[in-house]
């Protein structure tokens, strides 16, 4: 069955700290790759997303996530974090063989220290 | 532009009620998500509406869920009889077109709970 993980449920960070979050999934063949973010109080919506190309993908508020095909991976990161990054985190994994399905990982909160 | 609408936005029933939850999709989106989120976990799609037929319901419990889209405009989602673990938020999400390469707008959500 198809499957994502997501390799930490809460991150706790200092403002101007580095992110990487991490996420893999676990189907062979072609994916398309999402990251999701939840800000409090606030509707699910798109950061950034991989279809082709380049495996290296900017996204909106100076997230970037890099797809490694090897390690069935695409982890999320910034440079340096701020207080208002403080939400949570979704990889979601579309794999061709499977038609439209979307799979969402478990999620990883992150909070932000002022 | 008005984003995806859900209600209503919270409900508390006791197990073996029934519940409906209506999505009124961005105006012209033909593609409708029906999303269940646990806490704690990732959505789980219930249910793809592509106008107004079936293109996904591999997930939707058909014993107790169902779901139409009769006019391919807005959508109820229906729970009956709810079980405790029925318990979660329940989304939905819409596109302009078909296929995966159309960002998914989503609404605020219905939380459920099940007492």
């Known amino acids: 069955a198809q499957s994502v993980s997501q390799h930490n449920h809460h991150v706790i960070l200092s403002e101007a700290a580095s992110l990487e979050l991490g996420c893999n999934y676990s189907y062979g063949g072609t994916v398309n790759l999402f990251w999701y973010v939840q800000y409090p109080g606030q509707h699910l919506q798109l950061l950034l997303k991989y279809f082709s190309g380049d495996p290296l993908v900017k996204g909106i508020k100076g997230f970037e996530a890099e797809f490694i095909k090897s390690k069935f991976s695409f982890n999320l990161r910034k440079p340096s974090v701020q207080w208002s990054d403080t939400a949570e985190y979704f990889c979601?994994?579309?794999?061709?063989?499977?038609?439209?399905?979307?799979?969402f990982g478990p999620g990883t909160r992150l909070s932000v220290l002022p | 532009e008005a984003g995806v609408a859900q209600s209503p936005r919270y409900k508390i029933i006791e197990k073996r009620q029934s519940v409906a939850f209506w999505c009124n999709p961005i105006?012209?989106?033909?593609?409708l998500y029906w999303y269940q989120q646990i806490l704690g976990q990732g959505p789980k799609l219930l249910i793809q509406f592509q106008n107004n037929g079936v293109v996904d319901d591999s997930q939707l419990p058909k014993d107790r869920f169902s779901a139409e889209r009769l006019k391919g405009v807005d959508s109820t989602l229906k729970i009956q009889p709810a079980k405790l673990e029925d318990s979660a938020v329940y989304l939905c999400?819409?596109?302009?077109?078909?296929?995966?390469?159309?960002?998914?707008?989503f609404g605020p959500g219905t939380r459920l709970t099940v007492l």
């Open positions: 979601a994994v579309n794999a061709e063989n499977y038609g439209q399905n979307f799979v």
């Open positions: 105006s012209g989106h033909a593609t």
């Open positions: 999400a819409s596109t302009p077109g078909q296929g995966i390469y159309n960002e998914q707008f």
